[in-house]
């Protein structure tokens, strides 16, 4: 009971102060807005303009279909596009579902055949074939680069098509109507060719463009940088409770109140439940102050989103209690904070996505507070997720304020037991 009351009394005390408010309330928001509207909106799901994944479905039996495939592979699009052939056209619409694709172009069965006669055939009809590009209605501009490609091959082909029936049989059998008038050779072309159902004004390829799946919201700018700044200024906002304790001895107070009956061990886990309770208003103000000034959605899942915001207060609070143990003075501790709350801001992603990062340094990022509560959080507000997907990153959390908590009370108890 004791040591809520000195909780208690901890909290009120940084919330009467407006220079605490500033840097765990207003400082997080502004920063917010100011990036907000710097940004607006971004894609985060479209990858950059280079490798762009793609299959080519490539159901004709003859020679057209092989054309697309050689024009996709070619080494001027190597760096744009990383093409691969399938048979399963299905199977290629699953993994644009499942993200492993931007696209896939199919090519019908008979798409040959409906273009170009037989060698023996007398009475060929031409009919219309349409190439397929199937994609991934998240992204925002890979679409619109395959559907450039494949109309330029398709209109390559649409020309060589129209020449092509413009042969010299042709030509031979109109010889008695053209005799001199060679000036009306064109509309003459043109007149037989329609006879025989070829529009020389229309292709005879379609390209139809499918979106497969359902389309995503755009990136919320706002639902990824608040939660981001959130957790970078609680950061400091915990190790700035934790070296009150070493002020407090500083300046006698602490030493005073342990005169008193009241156990070391009680003394110092209220303290500690001060800095611990303090973050937790702070995070839920910012939570819902955010959801009214910016219009973000926190996601489907209240409980999910409460189970990690107290899990990253209890980690940070317990992690700035145990850096604090091994500081001499508030001042070096002060140093301690605000080098690790700045290296664990860079590393765990409270400025960029942290799932980019690769190698060593995506090692270093799993280390960090940051990075698994922005992962959190940015399932929640971004992907949709329920309570369920979020255990893995509120699990890490758990023990990493369950072990820094219990290190740093005995810390503390081992420091101040007089």
């Known amino acids: ?25 207003a400082a997080p928001l502004l920063i917010s807005a100011l990036i907000g509207l710097a940004f607006g909106n971004l894609d985060s799901s479209e990858a950059p303009i280079e490798d762009i994944p793609v299959v080519l479905v490539n159901a004709d039996e003859g020679q057209l279909g092989l054309v697309y495939e050689e024009a996709l592979g070619s080494e001027g699009l190597a760096d744009l596009l990383t093409l691969e052939a399938m048979s399963d056209l299905e199977a290629a619409k699953r993994r644009i579902e499942d993200g492993e694709l931007r696209a896939v172009v199919y090519i019908p069965p008979g798409f040959s055949a409906s273009l170009i006669p037989a060698a023996d055939a007398t009475d060929f009809e031409f009919g219309a074939v349409t190439v397929q590009v199937f994609t991934d209605p998240a992204a925002g501009i890979s679409p619109f680069i395959l559907k450039s490609i494949v109309e330029q091959i398709s209109a390559g082909l649409n020309g060589a098509l129209l020449a092509g029936q413009v042969s010299a049989a042709q030509v031979a059998q109109q010889a008695a109507l053209l005799g001199p008038a060679m000036a009306d050779l064109g509309q003459v072309l043109a007149e037989e060719l329609t006879a025989d159902n070829f529009n020389v004004e229309q ?21 990824f940088f608040v939660p981001g700044m959130a ?41 500690m439940g001060g800095t611990f309770l303090s973050g937790l208003l702070q995070f839920a103000i910012l939570v819902l102050a955010s959801t009214y000034l910016f219009d973000i959605s926190w996601g489907s899942s209240p409980l999910g989103v409460a189970t990690i915001m107290v899990l990253t207060v209890f980690a940070a609070a317990g992690l700035g209690a145990l850096l604090t143990t ?19 801001g860079a590393l765990g992603g409270s400025f960029f996505p942290a799932s980019s990062l690769t190698g060593v340094v995506d090692i270093a990022s799993k280390l960090t507070i940051n990075r698994w509560a922005m992962e959190g959080f940015t399932k929640l507000t971004a992907g949709g997720a329920g309570f369920s997907e979020i255990l893995p990153e509120a699990g890490i959390l758990a023990i990493i304020g369950l072990v820094t908590f219990i290190l740093a009370l005995r810390g503390f108890k081992r420091r101040f037991v007089i």
């Open 326 to 344: 091994f500081a001499r003075n508030e001042n070096q501790a002060s140093i301690i904070a605000s080098a690790v709350s700045l290296t664990f």
């Open 1 to 25: 009971m004791k040591a809520f009351l000195i909780a208690w009394k901890d909290t009120l005390t940084r919330f009467r102060d407006w220079k605490a408010l500033a840097g765990m309330l």
């Open 231 to 271: 957790v970078f200024f609680l950061m400091f906002s915990m190790f700035d409770g934790s070296r009150s304790i070493l002020l407090e001895q500083t300046r006698g107070t602490l030493p005073r109140l342990m005169t008193t009956p009241t156990p070391t061990g009680e003394i110092i886990l209220g303290k």
């Open 203 to 223: 292709p005879r390829l379609g390209l139809e463009l499918v979106e497969t799946g359902e389309a995503s919201q755009p990136f919320d700018v706002y639902a």
